[in-house]
C-alpha cells in the first residue's frame, strides 16, 4: 500500500493544537513539507520545530486568522507567490460555542459560515490549479459527525458543517477528473480542548460534574471511550496518500462507532 508522501506539500489549517496538529505530524511523518496555518505565532513556531524531517522536507507555516477571510486570502496570495502550491489541503477550524440554534443571532451563523464555508473555498480556489498541473490533489474537510445526525445543542455547527458536507461533495464530482479528491473526515468526541469546553459548558447548564457528563458521553459510542486526536490524523493521512486515489466525496466517520446510522 502506498503511504508514501515524499516530494508533497500540504497545507494544514487549524494546526497548532488537536486534530490539526495531529495531522500535519502524521503528514511530516510520511514525508511530506508541511506548511501550518493558525493564528498563535509562537505555537506555528513551536509546532513547525517539532515536525519530523527525516525525508529532508521543509516546514513552514503561515499566521491567518479565519475569523478574516481577506486577510488569509492575501496571506495565501503571497505565500503562493514564492512556493509552489502544495497539492494537499486539510481544511480545519475550530467550531462555534454551543447553544439552541432558535436562540443564536443572524450573525454568529454569518461569522461560522465566514470561518468555515468561504475560508475553505477560497483556500480551495488558490491550491486547485496547481492540483490540476500535478494530476494529484486532495482537499480533506474535518468537520463533524452532525453531517449526519445533527448534535443537540450545536445548533450553528450542525448547521455550518453540513453546508461544508454539501460544498465538498459538489467539489469532489468537479474535480475528480482531475486526479483530485475530495473527501470529510467526521470526528466524534474527541478530547480535545474543544471537547473540554463542551463538557464544561454542558455541565454548567445541567448541574451535574463534568466528570458525569464525559461519564454520559462516552456511553454514546459502543468503544465506550473518547477518540484520540492521532486516530482522526490516521483516517486523514490515509485519505491524503496515493493510496487512497478511488475514494472521493465521501464523509468519514470516526467516531467509535457513535453514528447510529450506515
Not at 17 to 44: D, F, H, P
Not at 149 to 163: D, E, W
Request: aromatic content about 4%; overall charge neutral.
Amino acid at each position: 500500500m502506498n503511504l508514501n508522501l515524499e516530494g508533497r506539500a500540504a497545507l494544514v489549517c487549524g494546526s497548532t493544537q488537536g486534530i490539526g496538529k495531529a495531522i500535519a505530524e502524521e503528514l511530516a511523518r510520511m514525508g511530506a513539507s508541511v506548511t501550518l496555518v493558525a493564528r498563535n505565532i509562537a505555537k506555528l513556531q513551536e509546532v513547525k520545530e517539532g515536525l519530523d524531517t527525516s525525508h529532508k522536507q521543509v516546514h513552514q507555516y503561515i499566521q491567518a486568522d479565519f475569523s478574516n477571510p481577506a486577510e488569509l486570502q492575501s496571506k495565501i496570495t503571497e505565500y503562493l507567490a514564492i512556493n509552489p502550491a502544495p497539492v494537499i489541503l486539510v481544511n480545519n477550524t475550530g467550531g462555534p460555542a454551543g447553544g439552541q440554534i432558535i436562540d443564536e443571532p443572524y450573525l454568529k451563523f454569518m461569522d461560522t459560515m465566514s470561518a468555515h464555508l468561504e475560508c475553505n473555498h477560497l483556500l480551495a480556489q488558490a491550491l486547485v490549479p496547481g492540483m490540476k498541473t500535478s494530476s494529484f490533489g486532495r482537499i480533506i474537510n474535518i468537520i463533524s459527525t452532525s453531517v449526519y445526525m445533527p448534535i443537540p445543542g450545536l445548533g450553528v455547527s450542525n448547521t455550518v458543517r453540513g453546508a461544508v458536507a454539501s460544498w465538498a461533495k459538489t467539489l469532489s464530482i468537479e474535480l475528480g477528473q482531475y486526479g483530485i479528491t475530495v473527501n470529510n473526515v467526521l470526528p466524534g468526541f474527541t478530547d480535545t480542548a474543544r471537547l473540554a469546553s463542551i463538557i464544561k459548558a454542558k455541565a454548567e447548564k445541567t448541574g451535574q460534574t463534568e466528570e458525569e457528563v464525559s461519564t454520559a458521553m462516552k456511553k454514546e459510542a459502543p468503544a465506550q471511550r473518547f477518540g484520540l486526536a492521532e486516530e482522526t490524523a490516521a483516517a486523514a493521512a490515509f485519505l491524503a496518500s496515493p493510496a487512497a486515489g478511488y475514494i472521493n466525496g465521501v464523509s468519514l466517520p470516526v467516531d467509535g462507532g457513535r453514528t447510529g446510522c450506515i
